[in-house]
């Protein structure tokens, strides 16, 4: 018998694989949009040491429930005094060298940094942290951090952490570096740089 029909055969089974696999596609493309997707506009931010700042963080879902926004404080994984003053040490640079998407002040186990939650908004009640007590801070809008008066400590990282019962899909954090920067002799430098009793006086 002829090899024709059974090439004939294998050629329709070829197509209603690429039908199915292009329904497929179409499918999970979908679920990706509809998905709870988290973005911020600013990926670093610097502000100056007593004067408000507002971190934004924007979300869309298809959930029809009140989503849960949390904003989480990660500290840098070690001073950035040495890269500030162009003195970073040989095995950062090194580490750095090899992964040029490993940052050695960014990227590091929680449980080698401070790692606290900051405020958390449902509904239109706001709560914040522990260690955040009395201080000016809310949410505001749909997610953004509003802090009132930035403290010695308060550079790191902020994470942007969205909670919706029944939308599960998608990328529900996302985070913003807030450097704090301090005046010395009329200049501006991050406050780990400026001594205690400077940061008392000003």
């Not at 640079?93 to 080698?112: G, V």
């Not at 939650?117 to 201080?135: C, E, I, M, N, P």
């Not at 430098?189 to 006086?201: E, K, T, Y």
Request: a neutral charge.
């Amino acid at each position: 018998m002829p090899a024709f029909p059974t090439l004939d055969l294998n050629g329709k089974l070829g197509k209603m694989d690429r039908v199915v696999l292009g329904w497929t596609a179409v499918f999970w493309l979908t679920a990706m949009v509809e998905g709870l997707q988290v973005t911020v506009p600013d990926k670093k931010k610097v502000a100056m040491l007593f004067q408000p700042t507002v971190l934004r963080c924007h979300f869309s879902t298809s959930s029809h429930q009140p989503a849960v926004v949390q904003w989480k404080f990660k500290s840098y994984c070690q001073d950035r005094m040495g890269e500030s003053l162009g003195m970073s040490s040989p095995r950062a640079q090194a580490l750095s060298k090899r992964n040029l998407e490993w940052d050695p002040y960014l990227d590091c186990l929680d449980s080698r940094r401070t790692v606290r939650v900051v405020a958390s908004k449902q509904g239109s009640t706001v709560t914040l942290g522990d260690f955040y007590r009395g201080r000016e801070i809310t949410i505001v809008h749909d997610a953004d951090l509003q802090i009132g008066k930035l403290m010695w400590g308060d550079s790191g990282l902020y994470y942007c952490i969205i909670t919706t019962p029944d939308d599960l899909e998608g990328k529900n954090e996302e985070s913003v570096e807030l450097l704090v920067l301090g005046r010395l002799s009329n200049q501006d430098v991050p406050c780990s740089l400026i001594p205690l009793r400077h940061l008392s006086g000003l």
